[in-house]
């Protein structure tokens, strides 16, 4: 039976019968002392100590240190390497403890953590020798090593041993997200942060009955408006000894002491009761959206606070959000599955905050069912390209699962108009404006003059956000892509958002590669062509009136083709929204003759014509890397050719949804991509022409007519595929010599063509 223990080499502590009678004084993993003996034993002790401060002058004059050692997100080890790893990795850094502290007094604490009491001159050499053993365990993991040092001071009589670990512990907390940093002393600033914490777990219950507890509010606008299309509701505490103490302090501390749900039923409730004020004044609302904790769900019945709050203030629920971020699915994720899906049959929407900030949020985003996800901050910290890139492979990938997307942190303008050009569709930051009280936020909007969506709006531009702008369908009539299985990343679609307020129009929106577009028929700013399209004088005013028109009773992709200042422009367009008051469009568009390469090619407007005039469709097909490039199509029958997609699926398409049903099998045979080439060489022209009876847009059959020519030039070789309606008499009466030196004159004559034609696509619909 042990009935004493080293504690400092020669140093030994008589240990008390009760502990003598308990069994385990030691942990069974690790053999360090348990908590609860380490809690006795080190209380002895003290108070040994401080009784015989003469006896004891080694202690004084060394100093003692309490060490917290704490491996942060251990949790992620097990679940990487199990748990039979974990535990190994455990008893090692038991040992490595051990061993860089002999005869010190070693205790395992909770799973991952350890106290050590020492001599204050060996704490730091200590430290760093476990740590850098330690770190070749955690090497590949996003786990680290922190420790915290608290000296034991004789002054402070009455202060017990917990307090003491508690120091050493808020010293190695503090450092947790600082990479560089393994080890902190216990100081001042940590003092009164320690204090604070206290303070609040305290003074709770006063704080929210005084009402020192504040909702501030954030604004969020929505990109194509810029207007304010709802707010945050954020926790504040204003304190009359403190002053004020914000989430960085007040959550954490919360939550560790399961407090959280008292703090978040508190702004609930004032959120609900200030947008009932503002109702009851006849005031324009939006909605606010506000953080539930993830001990919410446990500690309370959360789903209940938010509907009574609601129902006692009468505010509507689809002017309540709840955001929730991933940590909450750490535990019991049916639970919380269900939970989301009681939110949304109450009829509230449930948003993911900080989508990206953790490691799981792709995950999330496949199990859960969100209507909004809030993209983390910290992708625009570094906006470069890399995380640009990254924005827009989410922002894609959100409206393929149908979810909206909201960019947090947004500061500058430059943020904002690349968020906008990818179709991110609803912004936050500091930017547009801080969290602040109502009443400083409406003086604040005023201020700036950012103006607030009318309620009846919501529903029209939430409509229009769901349009993917980097899809390679952006016209998709579902709008949401689902079952497209090439993620690509291009904002290589030229592409515009109309709207028609009553008969004025505007552009929402206008990405980079359609301004271009415009620029290259001479019209140097979107707003300029607005204010040409709304003069009931300019020649466009009515044709394009008329365009939009068809589009609206449609339905349906309506193609315009149309000679702008020289230019062949072609535009596709569907409408997406609607409203009592007006429409909004997409629109795609493409200038045919703006392809350098092409018009340096056919050098003359005429030639250019004279292609058009007799085609309907001119495709440039790669077929052995499976490409097509669109060049030309009258008709918006044949939309799906400037669509892209690679050349097999075009041709797929086709036979499925055009070709008479009698003309498949030759049809495949004759857009043969593997043979296209050798079937070409072999005939003197290298020129072939079939005939194929393709359904019209009467929804009968009509004989089409397609050209294939072979372009070669050294190594490389291209078809050019030239299609258009036929009557049957013309195919009788053809002449196929006289038919094909035309246009053999046009393409191969010019030689230049083939510069184009043996260059990489510049447009390109698909990599
Ligand atoms: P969050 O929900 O992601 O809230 C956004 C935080 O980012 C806010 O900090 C906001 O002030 C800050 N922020 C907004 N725009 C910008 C910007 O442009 N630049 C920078 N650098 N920061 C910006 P805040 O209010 O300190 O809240 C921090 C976190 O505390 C919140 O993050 C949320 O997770 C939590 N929180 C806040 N209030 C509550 C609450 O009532 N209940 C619960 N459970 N958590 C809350
Ligand atoms: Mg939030
Ligand atoms: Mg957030």
Redesign the pocket.
């Known amino acids: 039976m042990i009935d004493y223990i080293q504690l400092f080499n020669e140093y030994h502590l008589e240990l008390p019968d009760s502990l003598i009678r308990q069994n385990s004084l030691y942990d069974p993993l690790t053999h360090a002392l348990n908590i609860y003996s380490f809690r006795e034993i080190s209380a002895i002790f003290l108070k040994n100590i401080r009784e015989n401060k003469e006896r004891n002058l080694e202690f004084q004059s060394r100093g003692v240190d309490i060490i917290f050692f704490n491996i942060t997100s251990f949790q992620s080890f097990n679940e990487k390497y199990g748990f039979e790893r974990g535990s190994q990795a455990i008893q090692k850094l038991a040992n490595l403890i051990s061993k860089a502290f002999p005869g010190r007094m070693v205790a395992r604490f909770a799973s991952d953590q350890f106290v050590v009491m020492a001599f204050s001159d060996e704490s730091v050499r200590g430290i760093q020798e476990v740590s850098s053993a330690f770190e070749k365990i955690l090497y590949d993991t996003v786990c680290s090593l922190k420790a915290g040092i608290c000296n034991l001071p004789y002054e402070e009589e009455e202060t017990e041993m917990a307090a003491f670990c508690d120091r050493a512990k808020s010293a190695a907390d503090s450092i947790k997200k600082d990479y560089r940093s393994t080890f902190r002393r216990f100081d001042h600033v940590l003092e009164d942060h320690l204090n604070r914490r206290n303070y609040v777990v305290e003074h709770l219950d006063e704080a929210i009955e005084k009402g020192w507890i504040k ?2 509010y ?1 604004p969020v606008i929505r990109s194509l408006t810029r207007e304010v299309c709802g707010v ?5 505490w204003e304190d009359p000894t403190y002053g004020l103490i ?3 302090l ?2 954490g501390t ?2 560790e002491y399961q407090k ?1 749900h008292k ?2 039923s508190a ?2 409730r004032t959120a609900c009761r200030e947008t009932a004020a503002l109702i009851s004044q006849g005031k324009e609302v939006v909605p606010f959206s ?4 993830r001990l ?1 769900f446990e500690l309370c019945d959360i789903y209940q606070v938010i509907t009574d709050c609601a129902d006692s203030y009468g505010v509507p629920r689809k002017l309540i959000h709840v ?1 929730i ?1 991933e940590s909450v699915f750490d535990k019991n994720p049916e639970y919380i599955k269900e939970q989301i899906k009681k939110f949304h049959q109450g009829g509230f929407e449930v948003w993911m ?2 989508f990206g900030s953790g490691y799981s949020s792709l995950n999330t985003l496949k199990d859960y069912d969100f209507d909004v996800i ?1 993209i ?2 910290l992708f ?2 570094r906006f470069d390209n890399r995380s640009k890139k990254i924005l827009t492979s989410i922002v894609d990938m959100a409206k393929r699962l149908g979810i909206r997307t909201l960019a ?4 500058t303008e430059e943020q904002l108009a690349f968020l906008r050009d990818i179709g991110c569709e609803k912004l ?5 404006g ?2 602040q009280p109502l009443a400083e936020l409406a003086e604040h909007l005023h201020h700036v003059e950012l103006t607030i969506e009318p309620d009846s709006m919501r529903g029209y531009y939430d409509d229009l956000g769901r349009v993917n702008l980097l899809s390679t369908q952006p016209l998709d009539s579902d709008l949401i892509q689902d079952g497209d299985d090439s993620i690509e990343i291009t904002q290589g679609i030229p592409l515009a958002i109309w709207e028609y307020r009553g008969d004025r129009g505007r552009f929402l929106l206008t990405n980079k590669p359609f301004r271009s577009i415009l620029r290259s028929i001479g019209v140097y700013s979107p707003r300029a062509l607005e204010f040409d399209l709304n003069d009931k004088a300019h020649p466009l005013h009515g044709q394009v009136l008329a365009y939009f028109k068809k589009m609206l009773q449609s339905g349906k992709i309506v193609t315009l083709d149309q000679m702008v200042n020289g230019n062949y422009l072609i535009l596709h367009g569907r409408n997406v929204s609607s409203y009592e008051g007006g429409s909004a469009y997409v629109i795609v568009a493409h200038n045919v003759s703006e392809h350098a390469e092409f018009s340096r090619g056919i050098q003359t407007r005429e030639a250019m014509s004279v292609v058009f005039q007799l085609f309907d469709i001119v495709d440039l097909i790669d077929p052995k890397k499976d490409r097509n490039e669109p060049i030309y199509i009258k008709n918006q029958f044949f939309a799906g050719h400037a669509l892209g997609g690679g050349f097999k699926k075009l041709i797929g398409g086709i036979v499925r949804d055009t070709v008479h049903p009698s003309d498949r099998d030759r049809f495949l045979g004759f857009m043969n991509a593997e043979t296209m080439e050798e079937r070409l060489s072999c005939r003197d022209r290298a020129l072939m022409t079939d005939y194929f009876r393709m359904k019209d847009e009467k929804g009968g059959y009509s004989w089409m007519e397609y050209d294939l020519f072979l372009l070669r030039r050294q190594e490389e070789s291209r078809v050019l595929l030239c299609a258009r309606w036929t009557g049957f008499e013309r195919m009788q009466s053809f002449d196929e010599n006289l038919y094909s030196s035309t246009v053999l004159s046009l393409v191969k004559d010019l030689h230049q063509f083939s510069d184009y034609i043996n260059q990489e696509p510049k447009r390109q619909f698909r990599k």
């Open positions: 909702v501030f954030q945050e509701a954020l926790a504040r914000t989430p960085d007040l959550i919360l939550e959280i703090l978040d702004i609930i506000f953080n539930v904790s919410d955001e971020t905050d900080d809030k983390d901050m625009l910290r947090e942190g947004v500061e936050q930051g500091f930017l547009i801080k969290p």
